[in-house]
């Protein structure tokens, strides 16, 4: 009879220890592991992963990134100064003064105008160093308000010039390197903003001004901020192919500081 009972309690103790094994095996299938439900965790939705960048054609592409590089900064002008671990010395936005200078809460006064990107960075490091050890900051430009033109199509240097002062055509051409060689001085096209995202076309025959004999109404075009000039040549270098570049709405806005 013991032995009977024995048996009985070895055999009750077995199915309870096989329930709870099962029962174990059903909750770990349930729940995710650790690494799974990371992964998930770290995936974005679509829809926000999916952040459209604004459009850049490659030709324009170049075009920011020796504009930006060279830039100077002057007045009115937008950066954002960032200090690793060090929050309180950080700026999302400042605007250059009047007078080409910003306010930062530790260092005062700054002269800023004439500066480009990498030496205003160089600069606030050397300062930051008399109070921070080993400071690690970056600069940005948020918006470059100073006047701008664009000069496209076939020039040596396409590029964003900066009007330090009054400037025609002919300035901006020459600055920029000048018409190449397959390029069409007798079809120069100057694009002026006239509000309300219409542009107003002005075509010329740059070859009779510089020869001294314009046709009626032809002349040297005094430039606005916010103009834009092409030099006509091959049909990759159009008035009509330029316009249709994915990049060419947010070029003209950079111009305009819009």
């Not at 990134?65 to 010395?89: K, N, T």
């Not at 240097?157 to 330090?164: C, E």
């Amino acid at each position: 009879m013991m032995a009977r009972v024995s048996i009985l309690r070895v055999t009750n103790l077995m199915l309870a220890a096989v329930v709870v094994v099962a029962g174990l095996m059903v909750a770990t299938a349930q729940t995710p592991s650790r690494a799974s439900t990371d992964q998930a965790a770290g995936q974005m939705p679509p829809q926000a992963a999916a952040t459209p960048a604004a459009p850049e054609d490659p030709y324009f592409k170049e075009i920011y990134r020796s504009f930006y590089e060279a830039y100077r900064l002057g007045p009115a002008d937008e950066i954002a100064i960032r200090v690793v671990g060090q929050p309180d010395y950080s700026l999302e936005k400042v605007q250059v003064s009047p007078f080409g200078r910003i306010y930062h809460p530790l260092l005062g006064e700054i002269d800023v105008a004439g500066s480009t990107v990498a030496q205003l960075t160089n600069k606030l490091t050397a300062a930051m160093s008399e109070f921070i050890i080993g400071p690690r900051l970056s600069v940005s430009l948020l918006a470059a308000n100073s006047a701008k033109v664009g000069v496209l199509g076939d020039v040596t240097h396409p590029g964003i010039l900066l009007m330090a002062r009054p400037m025609t055509m002919l300035d901006a051409i020459s600055a920029s390197g000048g018409v190449t060689d397959l390029g069409k001085k007798t079809n120069v096209t100057v694009l002026r903003q006239v509000g309300d995202g219409r542009m107003r076309t002005m075509t010329v025959n740059v070859k009779h001004i510089l020869e001294g004999k314009p046709d009626a109404g032809e002349e040297n075009i005094a430039l606005q901020a916010g103009d834009t000039v092409i030099v006509h040549g091959n049909f990759k270098k159009t008035l009509a192919t330029i316009t249709q570049l994915a990049g060419f709405g947010y070029f003209v806005r950079t111009l305009s500081g819009r």
